[in-house]
């Protein structure tokens, strides 16, 4: 009589499913997490496993719902669809460890714990390829198969204490066909060399003019973030340096790839921009072009992929 037992298929497909799951998690384990790795390796194989535990968690919670789902059709969809998002989640963060491993051997491979002195630090940020004057606005458009976004950068007259270094509050707003999708403000300060250091931020998104979630915030300090560098002080060809540090949500970095450049966009011709490869581990593979012209700062992005361009239209 056990062959017609209504719940015995849902078990069975269980069974099948924790079978499965550690094999492909252990596909994922290698040898590459050494005694001997740098500290910066040991923190990617950190990650690495953080990953396979939350993508295993998210798992065994599907198969939970799936087992309570009466239609057998759809209890296997059910099943076949968690057990995809688990091998897509896990060559995802197969493909970030690999990116995180590369960026190790750029950056030396050392630990990222920047020494913050608020005492190493000036009031306002003049470094000639970032400077942020405020009051001013700097306005950006970008046109994709979404519709045309309208980007607006404004330096604020406020500042936030953030490790006890006093930085500029920038005010970044993207609306796309006129409704707003984004608001976020980013903390900047510059050091007595004229690094400018990125300390965080609050990035608001918004979706039918909600706020859907904060995703991307951080702010050094907390939960383990750091600061990072966007705009060295005297740039050359080569420097790869972190543009922010906290773990699994705001890993971005940049290479100096070309000075002197001249690029053309909507506010006019600019010479001498600093061109740099901004990237992240968190998303392998997506890259940004970006320029940035002395006197003005960041003139354009582009994405080398899709060669959408994000152009300064207009200062004021």
Same mark, same amino acid.
């Given at each position: 009589?056990?062959?017609?037992?209504?719940?015995?298929?849902?078990?069975?497909?269980?069974?099948?499913?924790?079978?499965?799951?550690?094999?492909?998690?252990?596909?994922?384990?290698?040898?590459?997490?050494?005694?001997?790795?740098?500290?910066?390796?040991?923190?990617?194989?950190?990650?690495?496993?953080?990953?396979?535990?939350?993508?295993?968690?998210?798992?065994?919670? =599907?198969?939970?719902?799936?087992?309570?789902?009466?239609?057998?059709?759809?209890?296997?969809?059910?099943?076949?669809?968690?057990?995809?998002?688990?091998?897509?989640?896990?060559?995802?963060?197969?493909?970030?460890?690999?990116?995180?491993?590369?960026?190790?051997?750029?950056?030396?491979?050392?630990?990222?714990?920047?020494?913050?002195?608020?005492?190493?630090?000036?009031?306002?940020?003049?470094?000639?390829?970032?400077?942020?004057?405020?009051?001013?606005?700097?306005?950006?458009?970008?046109?994709?198969?979404?519709?045309?976004?309208?980007?607006?950068?404004?330096?604020?007259?406020?500042?936030?204490?953030?490790?006890?270094?006093?930085?500029?509050?920038?005010?970044?707003?993207?609306?796309?066909?006129?409704?707003?999708?984004?608001?976020?403000?980013?903390?900047?300060?510059?050091?007595?060399?004229?690094?400018?250091?990125?300390?965080?931020?609050?990035?608001?998104?918004?979706?039918?003019?909600?706020?859907?979630?904060?995703?991307?915030?951080?702010?050094?300090?907390?939960?383990?973030?750091?600061?990072?560098?966007?705009?060295?002080?005297?740039?050359?060809?080569?420097?790869?340096?972190?543009?922010?540090?906290?773990?699994?949500?705001?890993?971005?970095?940049?290479?100096?790839?070309?000075?002197?450049?001249?690029?053309?966009?909507?506010?006019?011709?600019?010479?001498?921009?600093?061109?740099?490869?901004?990237?992240?581990?968190?998303?392998?593979?997506?890259?940004?072009?970006?320029?940035?012209?002395?006197?003005?700062?960041?003139?354009?992005?582009?994405?080398?992929?899709? =060669?959408?361009?994000?152009?300064?239209?207009?200062?004021?």
């Amino acid at each position: 009589m056990l062959t017609h037992d209504p719940f015995r298929w849902p078990l069975a497909l269980c069974a099948a499913a924790f079978l499965c799951a550690p094999s492909v998690v252990a596909a994922q384990d290698d040898d590459d997490c050494e005694e001997d790795a740098t500290p910066c390796e040991k923190t990617a194989c950190a990650l690495r496993t953080a990953s396979q535990h939350e993508a295993q968690d998210d798992f065994w919670i =599907g198969v939970a719902n799936c087992i309570n789902v009466s239609s057998r059709r759809e209890a296997v969809a059910c099943f076949r669809e968690n057990a995809q998002a688990l091998s897509a989640a896990m060559d995802l963060l197969a493909e970030q460890f690999e990116a995180r491993d590369d960026l190790c051997e750029l950056l030396g491979g050392g630990r990222y714990d920047p020494r913050i002195d608020p005492r190493d630090f000036v009031k306002g940020v003049t470094n000639p390829f970032f400077p942020l004057v405020p009051g001013q606005t700097k306005v950006f458009e970008k046109v994709s198969d979404e519709g045309t976004e309208r980007i607006e950068v404004t330096t604020t007259h406020d500042t936030k204490l953030i490790l006890g270094v006093e930085c500029l509050v920038v005010q970044d707003t993207v609306s796309l066909e006129g409704e707003l999708i984004e608001d976020t403000e980013d903390y900047f300060a510059q050091d007595r060399s004229g690094n400018v250091w990125y300390f965080g931020e609050l990035a608001m998104n918004f979706e039918d003019g909600e706020l859907t979630d904060l995703d991307g915030s951080w702010r050094a300090g907390v939960d383990g973030a750091r600061p990072g560098i966007v705009m060295k002080a005297a740039p050359a060809v080569g420097n790869v340096y972190r543009q922010e540090f906290l773990v699994n949500e705001a890993e971005d970095a940049a290479r100096v790839t070309a000075l002197g450049r001249t690029v053309s966009v909507p506010f006019g011709t600019l010479k001498g921009c600093v061109e740099t490869l901004d990237f992240s581990p968190l998303e392998p593979g997506h890259l940004e072009r970006k320029f940035f012209a002395p006197g003005v700062g960041l003139v354009l992005e582009i994405n080398p992929e899709t =060669g959408e361009r994000s152009e300064l239209i207009a200062v004021f």
